[in-house]
T-cell receptor, first 113, second 115 residues
Framework: ETGVTQSPTHLIKTRGQQVTLRCSSQSGHNTVSWYQQALGQGPQFIFQYYREEENGRGNFPPRFSGLQFPNYSSELNVNALELDDSALYLC????????????FGPGTRLTVL | GESVGLHLPTLSVQEGDNSIINCAYSNSASDYFIWYKQESGKGPQFIIDIRSNMDKRQGQRVTVLLNKTVKHLSLQIAATQPGDSAVYFCAEEGQGSGNTGKLIFGQGTTLQVKP
């Protein structure tokens, strides 16, 4: 176990709705990264948060947004859900922002109908 | 563009044999690489990492080899066990402003261990 926890485990939403996913980082880690993993694919980087600020973003539209809190936990928010947003959303924490091992949580499975 | 690729989508080995999973990367400036194992319904699990100033690193039953000349990475698993059955991903860290800390994953290789 990595010590990274995510909630909820599974979620079903309908197109156009909004969703918030949560992540608690491993103790001592100040950096959280979010990834989207479609079925049968490798994870795709969404963004990274360090000390409550966004520190890098992948090729995702602005309706994907995030927050990091003073205790380094994080939220991923997705507005105006689309069918293609159905995926496993993974959170990873690391002790620093770069060149350091990222430890993943179990993920949240989001299904958009 | 950025890409990290694995050579084979599925690798089937006999229990007790050694497994070799290969990965090609495209960015010659990359200096940090990681191998992850992902079991069904779980998040990726860290196996081993390597930095570009090394060409080999060993862990418990695993070895990662890095060939920067041909931009090739491999994961060797000794005495493969049924519990090693999973999807294996290589990942490299992005380079350039705004990309550090961003892991770029390949498509994954499914390792099947036959008893």
């Amino acid at each position: 176990e990595t010590g990274v926890t995510q909630s909820p485990t599974h979620l079903i939403k309908t197109r156009g709705q909004q969703v918030t996913l949560r992540c608690s980082s491993q103790s001592g880690h100040n950096t959280v990264s979010w990834y989207q993993q479609a079925l049968g694919q490798g994870p795709q980087f969404i963004f990274q948060y360090y000390r409550e600020e966004e520190n890098g973003r992948g090729n995702f539209p602005p309706r994907f947004s995030g927050l990091q809190f003073p205790n380094y936990s994080s939220e991923l928010n997705v507005n105006a859900l689309e069918l293609d947003d159905s995926a496993l959303y993974l959170c990873a924490s690391s002790p620093s922002t770069a060149s350091d091992t990222q430890y993943f949580g179990p993920g949240t499975r989001l299904t958009v109908l | 563009g950025e890409s990290v690729g694995l050579h084979l989508p599925t690798l089937s080995v006999q229990e007790g044999d050694n497994s070799i999973i290969n990965c090609a990367y495209s960015n010659s400036a990359s200096d940090y690489f990681i191998w992850y194992k992902q079991e069904s319904g779980k998040g990726p699990q860290f196996i081993i990492d390597i930095r570009s100033n090394m060409d080999k690193r060993q862990g418990q039953r695993v070895t990662v080899l890095l060939n920067k000349t041909v931009k090739h990475l491999s994961l060797q698993i000794a005495a493969t066990q049924p519990g090693d059955s999973a999807v294996y991903f290589c990942a490299e860290e992005g380079q350039g402003s705004g990309n550090t800390g961003k892991l770029i994953f390949g498509q994954g290789t499914t390792l099947q261990v036959k008893p």
